[in-house]
């Protein structure tokens, strides 16, 4: 089951605050792409989980961001309800993928009973078939189908308005409460030399006192 990539922070560290020094982009594609509008979606704060659906042998497996991560047995138990492997069966005899997304909700992590006060849940935010990441509407559809929610999109942006946006608190899609942050990605999907997925986040706490 494929790991999902992490995702880099916009700007680079002080090595001794570790606080963002703005300013100093983390890569170049960044600085590059700064005025190209990006995808942004709200960041959950959850934890992130793998759904992999094989369909040669009609198995599903779940995973955190890594195959050491561990899931708590009650978000186990619900992604056992969200994703029967008859679902797939159905709806995806012989397309093979993996599904990422955040497991969130009551005793997931701190704040975790914002979103749910009473349970947990687990929103889409990327799909790997055969080697390629899908776009947001090929994500949403995938969700339709198989009767699962998706992080919410707040639409386009810069990465300068992205900032602001995360830095004069952002209240969150799931109620009266400031989001975590955002998750950006450019509307055209790309790469860098490594191969490697452009992708970026921002969190409010990382813009707190910014040097």
């Not at 009609?58 to 978000?75: E, K, S, W, Y």
């Not at 849940?121 to 994500?139: E, K, M, P, S, T």
């Not at 109620?175 to 921002?202: C, D, S, Y």
Request: with cysteine; aromatic share 14%; net charge negative.
């Amino acid at each position: 089951m494929r790991e999902y990539p992490k995702i880099q922070s916009i700007f680079k560290r002080d090595e001794k605050t570790h606080k963002f020094i703005e300013g100093e982009w983390s890569r170049p594609e960044f600085d590059y792409l700064k005025n190209n509008m990006w995808e942004a979606t709200e960041k959950i704060d959850g934890t992130n989980i793998r759904v992999d659906w094989d369909a040669e042998n009609d198995t599903v497996t779940f995973g955190g961001r890594t195959d050491n991560a561990q899931i708590p047995t009650f978000l186990f138990a619900k992604l056992q309800d969200l994703f029967p492997k008859e679902k797939f069966i159905v709806a995806y005899p012989e397309t093979s993928m993996t599904l990422y997304g955040e497991g969130y909700g009551a005793r997931v992590q701190k704040g975790g009973g914002n979103y749910i006060s009473d349970g947990v849940d687990f929103a889409l935010f990327d799909v790997f078939i055969d080697g390629w990441w899908l776009y947001r509407g090929n994500v949403e559809e995938i969700a339709g189908i198989l009767g699962i929610k998706c992080v919410p999109l707040l639409g386009t942006t810069t990465l300068s308005d992205g900032i602001n946006l995360v830095r004069n608190e952002l209240q969150s899609h799931y109620g009266n409460f400031e989001a975590e942050g955002i998750v950006l990605k450019p509307f055209v999907m790309l790469f860098n030399r490594k191969g490697e997925r452009i992708i970026t986040k921002l969190k409010h706490k990382d813009f707190e006192d910014v040097k």
